[in-house]
Nanobody, 120 residues
Framework: QVQLVESGGGLVQPGGSLRLSCTAS????????MGWYRQAPGKQRDLVAT???????NYADSVKGRFTISRDNAKNTVYLQMNSLKPEDTAVYYC??????????????WGQGTQVTVSS
């Protein structure tokens, strides 16, 4: 199995910055892609950004120009650098990873979530 551990959430002022990290651990898998999703109170879970193992990225329109997703393949870690934060960015942020297990089966895993609150 695969375990995802997230860190880096917290309380920041509007216009501030925060960096989230997510590390995948376990054995018998190869990562296809990693991404970040967020869910605000009373709202559905929405895609924020994704990155493939080769470095291709995509972003939600609401975060383009402010957020940057990156990865360290050697550490099985994905990062989300969040700049110019707005109150509407407040949400629980979830890491997601798609993997190929040894033997060829595809699986998808979620992290535990980390709270990001943007408020003055």
């Amino acid at each position: 199995q695969v375990q995802l551990v997230e860190s880096g959430g917290g309380l920041v002022q509007p216009g501030g910055s925060l960096r989230l990290s997510c590390t995948a651990s376990g054995s018998g898998f190869s990562i296809i892609a990693m991404g970040w999703y967020r869910q605000a109170p009373g709202k559905q879970r929405d895609l924020v950004a994704t990155i493939t193992s080769s470095g291709s990225t995509n972003y939600a329109d609401s975060v383009k120009g402010r957020f940057t997703i990156s990865r360290d393949n050697a550490k099985n870690t994905v990062y989300l650098q969040m700049n110019s934060l707005k109150p509407e960015d407040t949400a629980v942020y979830y890491c997601n990873v798609g993997v190929i297990r040894t033997g060829g089966s595809n699986y998808n895993y979620w992290g535990q979530g980390t709270q990001v609150t943007v408020s003055s």
